[in-house]
């Protein structure tokens, strides 16, 4: 059972090109993402790093490791295929503040996804949103926080605009000296240093990023 720092060292000690996350303990090495995979991850993360740019936050595309603290006796790093965080920049090599995570899912791990590890992310302080693109059908999973706890909605791409326009959160981010912090205000203010989305602009940008994500697999019209 390796723990963080145990697990670095040993990517460090590997050769170039070689992927892994660190799962309860135990390293897996990552295997290559098929070319729908990666369209489908590199499309949404180019629709949320558009969206996020421009509230002062930073979207990350399968090169930054998401841990649940700095603490050196975790047992858990993954590499989402995008990942969004806020708050003021760091030379770490991880963050343990992402507030949107996505993982695009291949068949030969889609138990592991759908389980521990997104109960992984559900349980990180600052994670808002997790969405889950199955990479071999026109399935999306999208969970939200709400006041007491997280609820889904899956997503069928015909049917994401109807959906998603029942999003009725508004979502403010202040910095903190530690964390990332999304709060739910009382109205909608756009205070120094805070990010607030409305309902129609997580809508939005949501069905843009499914739209864009999908469209290549199967050309519909939504």
Not at 18 to 45: C, H, V, W, Y
Not at 75 to 80: L, N
Not at 170 to 197: D, N
Request: charged share 20%.
């Amino acid at each position: 059972m390796m723990t963080i720092p145990e697990f670095d060292a040993f990517v460090e000690s590997m050769a170039e090109g070689k992927n892994f996350e660190l799962f309860d303990g135990t390293p897996l090495l990552m295997s290559n993402p098929s070319e729908t995979r990666e369209q489908i991850a590199s499309n949404i993360g180019a629709n949320l790093k558009l969206a996020m740019d421009k509230r002062g936050c930073r979207t990350y595309q399968g090169g930054m490791m998401v841990q649940a603290s700095a603490n050196s006796t975790g047992r858990d790093k993954f590499r989402p295929d995008v990942v969004v965080r806020c708050g003021p920049p760091s030379n770490n090599t991880f963050i343990t503040d992402p507030i949107v995570v996505v993982e695009v899912l291949p068949p030969s791990t889609i138990e592991r996804d759908r389980g521990p590890k997104l109960e992984f992310y559900k349980n990180l302080p600052t994670v808002q949103h997790v969405v889950l693109a199955y990479s071999d059908q026109m399935r999306v999973e999208f969970y939200y926080r709400v006041e007491n706890g997280w609820e889904m909605r899956v997503l069928p791409t015909r049917k994401a605009f109807s959906i998603l326009m029942q999003w009725s959160s508004v979502w403010t981010w202040r910095p903190s000296a530690s964390t990332s912090l999304l709060t739910k205000p009382p109205g909608l203010g756009r205070g120094q240093g805070a990010l607030a989305r409305t309902s129609d602009e997580m809508a939005a940008m949501t069905l843009s990023l499914l739209r864009s994500s999908r469209s290549f697999v199967v050309r519909i019209s939504l």
